[in-house]
């Protein structure tokens, strides 16, 4: 039965499930407690090369937006791997959870490494 399922629920609860790749699982609890409250924060792209990713809540005042948004960006263009040729990020667009987005100049991003 196991099998059954596992076909059928198999994408749907890998993504909710601990994973030591994700850093939810590890052999140092302390450390990844500690990780976690001071903002670590995972992002991964979808096939589609779109990268879903919290920055904020609607409490935050602008300048706390503007340093996460920043840093994200940031830390997205230094992980660009070397093999990557021509425009690493296309365009970028902020929203909140249900509202619309807003566009952001991709060209005016500059990562600091």
């Given at each position: 039965?196991?099998?059954?399922?596992?076909?059928?629920?198999?994408?749907?609860?890998?993504?909710?499930?601990?994973?030591p790749?994700?850093?939810?699982?590890s052999?140092?609890?302390?450390?990844?407690?500690?990780?976690?409250?001071?903002?670590?924060?995972?992002?991964?792209?979808?096939?589609?090369?779109?990268?879903?990713?919290?920055?904020?809540?609607a409490?935050?005042?602008?300048?706390?937006?503007?340093?996460?948004?920043?840093?994200?960006?940031?830390?997205?263009?230094?992980a660009?791997?070397?093999?990557?040729?021509?425009?690493?990020?296309?365009?970028?667009?902020l929203?909140?959870?249900?509202?619309?987005?807003?566009?952001?100049?991709?060209?005016?991003?500059?990562?600091?490494?």
């Amino acid at each position: 039965m196991m099998a059954q399922v596992g076909k059928e629920l198999g994408r749907t609860l890998a993504t909710k499930m601990p994973n030591p790749k994700a850093g939810t699982v590890s052999p140092n609890i302390g450390a990844a407690i500690r990780e976690i409250k001071a903002g670590k924060v995972e992002f991964r792209v979808d096939k589609a090369g779109i990268i879903h990713t919290i920055v904020g809540k609607a409490s935050f005042d602008e300048n706390q937006l503007l340093d996460n948004v920043s840093t994200l960006l940031d830390a997205i263009l230094r992980a660009k791997p070397p093999s990557a040729k021509g425009t690493y990020m296309r365009s970028v667009t902020l929203t909140s959870t249900m509202g619309p987005g807003v566009k952001v100049d991709p060209n005016r991003v500059k990562a600091t490494a």
